[in-house]
């Protein structure tokens, strides 16, 4: 009697959805090439079966500053074990494949440990780690599509049990198509109860059901804000619109620090919303509820779930991201099989083949095109509502960082937003779904907006703690906070001093907040230099050669310097395409030339004090 048939075990670790998306391309690939997948999360994965796994694929994507996904902590904890010995996977074959961005300093820096600590423990590696990069053309999926057939050509290699015809023998996607992984059942409106239901458990009901995994904590929101300001900080002339928001916590209140991260839930527009009903030929007013379909591979499919019907418009506003976000290439894949014009299917097959990556990128992420326009283009497709709910883009909410102090703003959240416009290489104007939205709304309209606090990558400071802060453009915002903070604090105790660097392009149309920091840094004001602190601003545009923030901080070397030998904690908030880089780059030069010492030696000296937390960057693209 022959070995049964190998299955593979892919294992995810995502914040926004991309390393789920890549997992289930992986499994996907696998199953077409006559491989079984199961594709779990980390944080439903029990670590300490590994051993007893003959071969398994991790994909793990990077946030922000090197950090892992919530749903990956727990199950690194465990890696890290002493006692789990450099022999205890000594039968594990495995591969890693990391979703990361090069724009910023830790590239792939959770797949690379994961990597390492997975060797370390005595598994043997199938391939070379792939690291998807955001800033490629064609992103992450220019790495995965060449590293997945080298993954099936080794795999066929060490057993020939995962693929009985071969590696490169695909059952057709046809085959396929009748199983998406979401059935809806429709509800008779005239046997349901009226329900008098709060508004976060509509939001709980609605992405509780949702496909987008999101975690139990990120259903329901902590609570809701309502809009009281809505200001525009910058002046006529300049190329940016950034706006200041104050919020008032609606019934129950959050508490929070500077430094912290508030997640709004923004509202998608409405008549683009109806459009989408329309052109999908939905009934707006039926009830829904939606639940995965029951797979032999995936026991949390198996459980009983009850979930309440909500109305159809509610969950596509809620949960799907028909507006704003660019669909996956499985979406141009399984669009073509519902394509009656040929021309249409042709295109699309074109679109979802490796040959067509490239144009499909050129149409679709560069012009950055929405599920609702994606569908428009192709109106011959009639896609299930199954297919949709599975495919279409998770709505997510967007995160900012609080530039407010809970000190002194009590009962309030302060943001400082710039509204996101820009125009595509087919010239036309595309913008951010949530700071236009922002922008749009007026106190009068009291609008109840879902939110979610978090720690970010700020830690808020001691009082005792002296500091050195960069915050170009709308990177000064947690800083607002902090310096807001700290003046509430000095009016009973001492504060330790505080330099700050900021930057935008042009004095008087750009300088956010500048009545707030000029005041402070008058005589006797948290930045003056009476109390060892001061400010320092970079006008980029405002003199014929560019000056930077670390231009600045070049020139106040010695302060920077003594002020770090006092014990000082350095931030760093902001874009971050190039400013974290050039900031470092200027620090690495102030320690060569303060100690005598190489660029090895200035790069290990900030690595200890990012180590010891007090080098602590917040960037974002």
């Known amino acids: 009697m022959g070995e049964k048939q190998r299955k593979l075990l892919v294992l995810y670790a995502s914040q926004t959805g991309n390393a789920l998306d890549a997992a289930e391309r992986i499994g996907r690939e696998a199953e077409r090439r006559g491989c079984p997948a199961s594709i779990v999360s980390t944080d439903e994965f029990d670590p300490s079966s590994l051993p007893h796994e003959?071969?398994?694929?991790?994909?793990?994507?990077t946030t922000g500053q090197g950090d892992s996904p919530d749903s990956f902590k727990e199950f690194w904890r465990f890696l890290l074990q002493r006692n789990l010995g450099n022999s205890w996977l000594q039968r594990v074959r495995f591969a890693v494949f990391g979703l990361g961005d090069s724009g910023y300093q830790k590239?792939?820096?959770?797949?690379?440990?994961?990597?390492?600590?997975?060797?370390?423990?005595?598994?043997?590696?199938?391939?070379?780690?792939?690291?998807?990069?955001?800033?490629?053309?064609?992103?992450?999926?220019?790495?995965?599509?060449?590293?997945?057939?080298?993954?099936?050509?080794?795999?066929?290699?060490?057993?020939?049990?995962?693929?009985?015809?071969?590696?490169?023998?695909?059952?057709?996607?046809?085959?396929?198509?009748?199983?998406?992984?979401?059935?809806?059942?429709?509800?008779?409106?005239?046997t349901l109860e009226p329900e008098l239901m709060a508004e976060s458990d509509i939001i709980e009901r609605a992405r509780g059901m949702s496909p987008g995994k999101f975690s139990k904590d990120k259903s329901k929101p902590d609570c809701f804000l309502k809009m009281t300001k809505n200001e525009v900080l910058t002046k006529d002339g300049s190329t940016k619109d950034v706006r200041h928001f104050e919020f008032q916590f609606v019934s129950s209140s959050i508490k929070y620090e500077v430094g912290d991260v508030v997640e709004l839930l923004p509202s998608q527009d409405s008549s683009a919303i109806d459009s989408f009903i329309k052109r999908c030929d939905l009934d707006l007013e039926?009830?829904?509820?939606?639940?995965?379909?029951?797979?032999?591979?995936?026991?949390?499919?198996?459980?009983?779930?009850?979930?309440?019907?909500?109305?159809?418009k509610t969950f596509v506003e809620l949960t799907m991201d028909v507006t704003s976000a660019s669909p996956r290439r499985y979406f141009f894949e399984i669009m073509s099989f519902y394509a009656t014009a040929e021309h249409e299917k042709e295109r699309l097959q074109y679109f979802a083949s490796p040959e067509g990556r490239d144009d499909l990128y050129n149409y679709n992420q560069k012009e950055k095109r929405s599920v609702l326009e994606v569908l428009e283009d192709f109106?011959?497709?009639?896609?299930?509502?199954?297919?949709?709910?599975?495919?279409?883009?998770?709505?997510?909410?967007?995160?900012?960082?609080?530039?407010?102090?809970?000190?002194?703003?009590?009962?309030?959240?302060?943001?400082?937003?710039?509204?996101?416009?820009?125009?595509?290489?087919?010239?036309?104007?595309?913008?951010?779904?949530?700071?236009?939205?922002?922008?749009?709304?007026?106190?009068?309209?009291?609008?109840?907006?879902?939110?979610?606090?978090?720690?970010?990558?700020?830690?808020?400071?001691?009082?005792?703690?002296?500091?050195?802060?960069?915050?170009?453009?709308?990177?000064?915002?947690?800083?607002r906070g902090f310096i807001a903070e700290r003046a509430v604090q000095a009016e009973t105790s001492p504060i330790a001093p505080v330099m700050f660097f900021f930057g935008c392009r042009n004095k008087d149309t750009d300088f956010l907040y500048r009545d707030f920091w000029e005041s402070h840094a008058?005589?006797?004001?948290?930045?003056?230099?009476?109390?060892?602190?001061?400010?320092?601003?970079?006008?980029?545009?405002d003199q014929p050669k560019k000056v930077y923030v670390q231009h600045k901080i070049r020139e106040m070397r010695k302060k920077v310097w003594d002020l770090l030998c006092d014990g000082a904690a350095f931030y760093v908030a902001g874009s971050s395409t190039k400013m974290p880089c050039d900031v470092m780059s200027a620090m690495e030069e102030i320690v060569m030339e303060e100690t005598g010492g190489s660029k090895?030696?200035?790069?290990?000296?900030?690595?200890a004090l990012e180590k010891a937390g007090r080098y602590n960057v917040e960037a974002w693209s």
Not at 148 to 168: A, C, E, T, V
């Open 54 to 61: 003959e071969a398994m694929v991790f994909v793990v994507s």
């Open 107 to 190: 590239y792939n820096f959770v797949a690379k440990k994961l990597d390492k600590r997975l060797l370390d423990l005595g598994a043997t590696s199938i391939i070379e780690k792939g690291l998807g990069d955001d800033q490629h053309p064609s992103g992450y999926e220019a790495t995965l599509d060449p590293w997945m057939l080298s993954l099936w050509s080794m795999l066929y290699q060490i057993n020939p049990k995962y693929f009985p015809k071969g590696p490169d023998v695909v059952i057709p996607q046809d085959e396929l198509i009748d199983q998406p992984k979401y059935r809806i059942l429709y509800h008779n409106r005239e």
């Open 286 to 312: 039926s009830f829904i509820t939606v639940h995965p379909r029951e797979t032999e591979n995936n026991g949390s499919c198996g459980e009983v779930i009850t979930h309440v019907p909500i109305k159809l």
């Open 379 to 479: 109106p011959s497709v009639q896609m299930p509502f199954e297919w949709l709910v599975q495919l279409v883009p998770s709505l997510k909410p967007r995160a900012f960082s609080i530039s407010s102090s809970p000190l002194a703003h009590p009962t309030q959240v302060h943001l400082t937003v710039s509204v996101v416009s820009w125009i595509t290489p087919y010239k036309r104007t595309r913008k951010g779904l949530c700071s236009t939205w922002l922008a749009s709304l007026t106190p009068e309209q009291e609008i109840n907006i879902p939110v979610w606090f978090h720690k970010g990558s700020l830690p808020a400071p001691p009082q005792s703690l002296p500091l050195i802060l960069v915050g170009p453009g709308t990177g000064c915002a947690p800083f």
């Open 522 to 541: 008058r005589e006797g004001g948290m930045l003056s230099e009476v109390k060892g602190g001061g400010f320092y601003t970079a006008f980029s545009r």
């Open 600 to 607: 090895e030696m200035a790069s290990r000296w900030l690595k």
